[in-house]
């Protein structure tokens, strides 16, 4: 039984095997018993890149990789939009040829990751991570079957009206410990702790397992 309860983080956990740590490929070291998600984030990619490298996609497909990301687009970038859909796409399709979830970095870009998506059709999870949009963006994510993971800063209507089965904790950069965004979403939902904590723990052990 894992005991991952954290999916998306930039800080070190201080017990391995309990949060997904995010990195890039440069900064990929897997230490022992530890679980990463590596990606190239849509901010950091250079403008001469066409695509992922042989020696990053061996990175995607280390063991000790759950999840391939955070990938995305982020329209508030300075990164050029096209350079950013192509990049995310080759995550994408790079996360099906592995069988491994995608992590997604989204800012004002539903209508282009729908169409991906779409086009795409993968059967791995997409999950839109730090999601803080309202309870009708989340329900149309939902509806084009993706999955959202909340952290420390969200809309509560969105969160409350999630459907159990479709979303995650995460703590992002926060300095909040996970157990307290646990405990915190629980009580939005008027859910038992224990009873969230576990219901998102069987989605971790489907997705990422």
Request: charged share 25%; hydrophobic share 40%.
């Amino acid at each position: 039984m894992t005991r991952l309860l954290d999916i998306h983080t930039h800080h070190a956990p201080r017990e391995a095997g309990t949060a997904i740590l995010n990195c890039s490929p440069e900064e990929f070291m897997p230490q022992p018993h530890g679980w990463y998600s590596v990606g190239i984030h849509p901010w950091h990619l250079p403008a001469s890149l066409r695509s992922v490298s042989d020696e990053t996609i061996r990175i995607f497909a280390h063991p000790q990789v759950l999840a391939i990301g955070e990938a995305g687009i982020d329209k508030l970038s300075q990164t050029n939009l096209s350079l950013q859909i192509n990049i995310f796409e080759q995550h994408a399709r790079l996360a099906e040829q592995l069988g491994k979830p995608l992590i997604i970095h989204a800012v004002r870009a539903t209508d282009e990751l729908i169409k991906l998506k779409k086009s795409i059709r993968p059967t791995q999870a997409w999950i839109i991570h730090g999601f803080r949009g309202k309870a009708a963006l989340a329900d149309e994510y939902i509806r084009q079957g993706f999955y959202l993971s909340f952290g420390d800063k969200y809309q509560e209507e969105a969160l409350r009206t999630m459907p159990v089965e479709r979303f995650f904790i995460e703590t992002d950069e926060s300095t909040t410990p996970v157990d307290a965004l646990y405990e915190r979403a629980a009580a939005l939902r008027n859910t038992p702790p224990e009873a969230f904590k576990e219901a998102i723990r069987q989605n971790i052990e489907r997705l990422f397992f």
